[in-house]
């Protein structure tokens, strides 16, 4: 199994920037598709961003798009999430996730096999 630990989330005005970050534990971490996906109070968890095995490719949601980058370091066991241009829309909780069998969904919650338990972003206008 897998083991995600989300971090980097915080209070911050409306315009400004976070980068989250989710370390793995296990070696074949590189084996993974990675997503960050987020759930703001009262909603459903929705899609924010992902990144294939090797990184060569991304995916973003239309509200994320421009503003929000996702990036992984391997060597790191590490996946990342730039957020630029904050919004209060932005609040939330967002959560890592490791897609361990290559379903190539990665848009779909059901696509991920491990979660981390979560960090707070909070944008305040």
């Known amino acids: 199994q897998v083991q995600l630990v989300e971090s980097g989330g915080g209070l911050v005005q409306a315009g400004g920037s976070l980068r989250l970050s989710c370390a793995a534990s296990g070696r074949t971490f590189s084996r993974y598709a990675m997503g960050w996906f987020r759930q703001a109070p009262g909603k459903e968890r929705e899609f924010g961003a992902a990144?294939?095995?090797?990184?060569?490719?991304?995916y973003y949601a239309d509200s994320v798009k421009g503003r929000f980058t996702i990036s992984r370091d391997n060597a790191k066991n590490t996946v990342y999430l730039q957020m630029n241009s904050l919004k209060p829309e932005d609040t939330a909780v967002y959560y890592c996730?490791?897609?361990?069998?290559?379903?190539?969904?990665?848009?779909?919650?059901?696509?991920?096999?491990?979660w981390g338990q979560g960090t707070q972003v909070t944008v305040s206008s």
């Open positions: 990144i294939t095995q090797s990184g060569r490719y991304t």
């Open positions: 996730a490791a897609d361990a069998d290559y379903s190539g969904s990665y848009y779909l919650n059901n696509a991920y096999d491990y």
